[in-house]
């Protein structure tokens, strides 16, 4: 188990920002390389997004939340950034409190929170 401190520095401070459909964030894997076999939720406030709605790019591949399994992973290499894309809702500006809920297939469900302003 990781300690959800250590996890937090996944985060990249100051990426988190409204795009014209959504938001997003980076992330950038300081911990190991592992493979991504799913995203979500991601809980901003009292709303969950998780499926459809959360996309994850890394490299030139993206991937649907809804896409990412054990048999379909993504490999998500050690200071590797990846950005994660939620559709739907923008952020009103000010901090945001994000928790940010992934399973990988070493390690498991890994779970943490961040907060960041809207840039």
Not at 27 to 35: E, R, V
Not at 76 to 86: C, D, E, F, W
Not at 94 to 100: A, D, L, P
């Amino acid at each position: 188990m990781i300690p959800s401190f250590l996890l937090a520095k996944l985060y990249v401070k100051g990426s988190l920002k409204n795009t014209n459909d959504g938001f997003e964030f980076a992330l950038k894997n300081i911990i190991d390389s592992t493979m991504l076999i799913g995203i979500g939720p991601i809980s901003v406030g009292e709303k969950n997004y998780e499926g459809n709605v959360v996309t994850m790019t890394v490299g030139d591949r993206t991937v649907n939340g809804t896409e990412l399994s054990k048999s379909n992973p993504v490999p998500v290499r050690m200071g590797v950034p990846l950005k994660v894309s939620i559709a739907g809702d923008t952020l009103t500006a000010g901090e945001q409190k994000i928790t940010i809920s992934a399973t990988t297939s070493d390690i498991g469900r890994i779970k943490f929170d961040i907060t960041d302003k809207v840039a």
